[in-house]
């Protein structure tokens, strides 16, 4: 990969985190404040709230950062990516949707398939089915801040490589 690119996507990675840290956090503030204790399923549970953010956080995300990166490729101020099909990523990135909204709806869709399970999964292998509300800040601080750290490398790739400078199209 480019340096240029490598150095952009880390530093939007690094921004990413914290934004969507506090922003979480306050989210699961609002979702327990009213209780002693979180279960995983049921009215105000932190599971439906997982898997609703896996999803709805990956849409947004995607929504916002997707236009803005293609437009710095038109632009010239990033450059844009070729695909690399030895590269498993660029293989799987190179087939998504060019069009904003249904490729935001696929990373929204792995966000639901993948990464709510996988978050989920140890929690049910080691029997969690409460916490308290603080604990759950904590959590989804960091969950929250994490997923979109790790996936705005893929979001911002599939922006760069489905995009061509104006002066080349």
């Known amino acids: 990969m480019d340096q240029k690119i490598y150095h952009h996507i880390r530093k939007e ?28 399923w049921g009215k105000g549970s932190f599971g439906g709230d997982i898997v609703a953010t896996a999803f709805f956080l990956l849409i947004i995300v995607s929504l916002v950062v997707i236009p ?17 099909q030895c590269l498993f990523l660029h ?7 060019q069009n ?3 490729c935001s ?9 993948f990464i709510a ?15 308290t509300p603080q604990s759950y800040i ?16 893929p979001i911002i790739i599939c922006a760069l490589g489905n995009t061509t400078p104006e002066s080349a199209s």
């Open 13 to 40: 990675s690094i921004a990413n985190f914290f934004f969507n840290a506090v922003v979480n956090g306050i989210i699961a503030y609002f979702i327990g404040r009213s209780t002693k204790m979180l279960f995983i």
């Open 68 to 84: 803005l990166k293609k437009r710095g490729v038109r632009k010239g101020t990033l450059p844009s990516l070729e695909w690399n």
């Open 91 to 97: 293989r799987i990135l190179s087939k998504f949707p």
């Open 100 to 102: 904003t909204i249904l």
């Open 105 to 113: 709806l696929v990373f929204g869709f792995v966000g639901l398939a």
């Open 117 to 131: 399970p996988v978050t989920l999964l140890p929690f049910w292998v080691m029997g969690i089915t409460q916490m």
């Open 138 to 153: 904590i959590f989804k601080s960091i969950w929250g801040g994490c997923l979109v750290a790790v996936m705005i490398w």
